[in-house]
């Protein structure tokens, strides 16, 4: 996501709305309400954003870029607001929480998803903002109003019906394609875990990792299991398709692929302590040992490159195996972490050590979603891991910037 380019706009629109400097720990509830308002609205129009941290000047045009300070970055607790929004809104209000730096400075952006089956409306009133039982649109003047023309009570209802029409065109062909072949219920997990297991046996056996030596590892997995959605070569050809020819790549790479081979349910690759296996059934798992010894430093800028080289690769690879509308769930995980340093600029390595033996981090996101957003899921992934380092989320001043970076030396290889 191009965050440098959202904020600099300058200009409100449906899809967009800039705040001053606050700390929601510091709001009225009124002021915390104007915020519900414009969550419910954008995600009745077309999804957008708030950016917080752009002031008005003279004119009053949003072109302050002030930023906000560690405190008031900090204050926008994504459970806490995400409870407060959602108190007022049926269905639940979709949208996270970013932190982008540009130009050096923490904003805080709410990125809200447009609703997928029903329009959301307000379940209750606060403070003369709020009005039980409106629903909430955002318009072309860049105003969050109730909707109170035919026209666009009208639009809300088309929207609702296309979705569901979607909704069910989507089950529908899953159900064709599928057939005999799909998991129901809750066995879909329990197969996609004993694929899982096994393969973490062959880790070891192959491996042989010091139980000392700290390793990374990364599944994703689809939300349906069947034994044979895709063919061997199929899965071949959309990893050869995913794998860059950057050398300097710290994920899979073409030597890898040339090296893997064939087993009856997947594509596997074990070697220089790195495995891997690409399944049949559309699961991935990615297991590789860190190198150093337990009380070496961990470099943030490995961390950074590894974790943006994985979410480029795999993103690719969904991509080229034709997921969309399917959820994905990720998996990150460090095992043997514990009293391990990060070497992060700026900071005493003391003070950046992990107290836990396993760290774990997950992602459920549409296939989509994953594909085409893979700065925002690599930013969050990267920062996700470095909290368990004591290292605080206004501390990654750079990253956006890193991770960008990093992606266009990928796509020009």
Same mark, same amino acid.
């Given at each position: ?10 200009? +409100?629109?449906?899809?967009?709305? *800039? ?50 300070? +560690? ?25 996270? %929480? ?19 089956? %029903? ?57 064709? *394609? ?49 034994? +044979? ?29 040339? +090296? ?39 470099? *943030? ?16 690879? *969904?991509?080229? %195996? ?92």
């Amino acid at each position: 996501m191009d965050w440098e380019r959202i904020i600099k706009r300058g200009v +409100e629109s449906d899809e967009l709305d *800039y705040k001053a400097a606050q700390n929601w720990n510091k709001l009225a509830r009124a002021g915390r309400a104007k915020f519900a308002r414009h969550c419910m609205a954008m995600a009745n129009t077309k999804g957008g954003y708030v950016v917080v941290g752009v002031g008005e000047d003279a004119s009053g045009k949003p072109s302050l870029l002030t930023g906000l300070t +560690e405190e008031e970055s900090q204050s926008f607790d994504p459970t806490e607001i995400g409870n407060f929004v959602n108190r007022f809104s049926d269905p639940q209000v979709e949208f996270t %929480l970013e932190r982008p730096v540009v130009d050096g400075k923490q904003f805080v952006v709410f990125a809200i998803q447009r609703f997928s089956q %029903l329009p959301h409306v307000c379940t209750g009133g606060c403070e003369h903002e709020l009005q039980q039982g409106v629903f909430y649109i955002r318009t072309a003047d860049a105003s969050s109003r109730p909707a109170y023309r035919a026209s666009e009570i009208h639009a809300l209802i088309q929207r609702a019906m296309r979705n569901q029409r979607e909704l069910l065109g989507r089950m529908i062909r899953g159900l064709l *394609y599928e057939n005999h072949t799909a998991t129901p219920g809750n066995e879909n997990q329990s197969r996609f875990q004993e694929e899982l297991n096994h393969s973490r046996q062959f880790f070891q056996k192959l491996i042989k990792p010091d139980c000392r030596t700290t390793q990374a590892e990364l599944v994703i997995t689809p939300d349906r299991y069947v034994a +044979e959605r895709f063919t061997l070569s199929e899965i071949r050809t959309a990893a050869e398709e995913s794998c860059g020819t950057d050398p300097d790549s710290l994920f899979i790479v073409l030597q890898d692929l040339r +090296e893997a081979y064939f087993t009856n349910v997947s594509l596997r690759y074990g070697g220089s302590g790195n495995f891997w296996q690409i399944y049949r059934t559309g699961q991935f798992h990615f297991r590789t040992l860190l190198p150093g010894k337990a009380d070496d430093l961990i470099s *943030y800028t490995d961390l950074c490159n590894f974790v943006t080289d994985a979410v480029n690769f795999c993103a690719s690879l *969904y991509g080229a %195996l034709g997921f969309s509308d399917q959820d994905l769930h990720l998996d990150a995980s460090l095992y043997q972490a514990e009293n391990r340093r990060m070497q992060f600029p700026g900071m005493d390595p003391a003070d950046t050590i992990c107290r836990i033996p396993e760290i774990a981090v997950h992602l459920n996101c549409s296939a989509a979603n994953f594909i085409s957003g893979r700065a925002v899921h690599a930013d969050s992934l990267v920062r996700r891991i470095c909290e368990r380092f004591n290292i605080s989320d206004g501390r990654h001043m750079d990253l956006s910037a890193r991770i960008e970076q990093r992606l266009r030396q990928q796509q020009e290889h």
